[in-house]
Nanobody, 111 residues
Framework: QVQLVESGGGAVQAGGSLTLSCAAS????????MSWYRQAPGKERELVAV?????ETRDLADSRFTISRDNDNARIFLSMENLKPEDTAVYYC???????WGQGIQVTVSS
């Protein structure tokens, strides 16, 4: 059974930083592209960043965000800097281009 377990969310003031983590199990982690998405209230889920199985990265939402992976520990990370209230959303980890999703984790940025 594939499991993606997210951690590191919470509340932060504008200008602060936060790093999300996603622990994967039940899959051959090294063979998967991995990604982070987010969904704000009343908005569609959007892709934040992608990292390939060969560690090539694409930060698609904002240059303040950096995605990375640790294949030895089957984890991906999303480092977020200079957070803004507009970044408030539920953030999701996804394995490959599949329906393997984490449960989502709340990030709340206050002004």
């Amino acid at each position: 059974q594939v499991q993606l377990v997210e951690s590191g969310g919470g509340a932060v003031q504008a200008g602060g930083s936060l790093t999300l983590s996603c622990a994967a199990s039940g899959l051959s982690f090294r063979s998967y592209d991995m990604s982070w998405y987010r969904q704000a209230p009343g908005k569609e889920r959007e892709l934040v960043a992608v990292i390939s199985s060969s560690h090539e990265t694409r930060d698609l939402a904002d240059s303040r965000f950096t995605i990375s992976r640790d294949n030895d520990n089957a984890r991906i990370f999303l480092s977020m800097e200079n957070l803004k209230p507009e970044d408030t959303a539920v953030y999701y980890c996804r394995a490959g281009w599949t329906d393997y999703w984490g449960q989502g984790i709340q990030v709340t940025v206050s002004s």
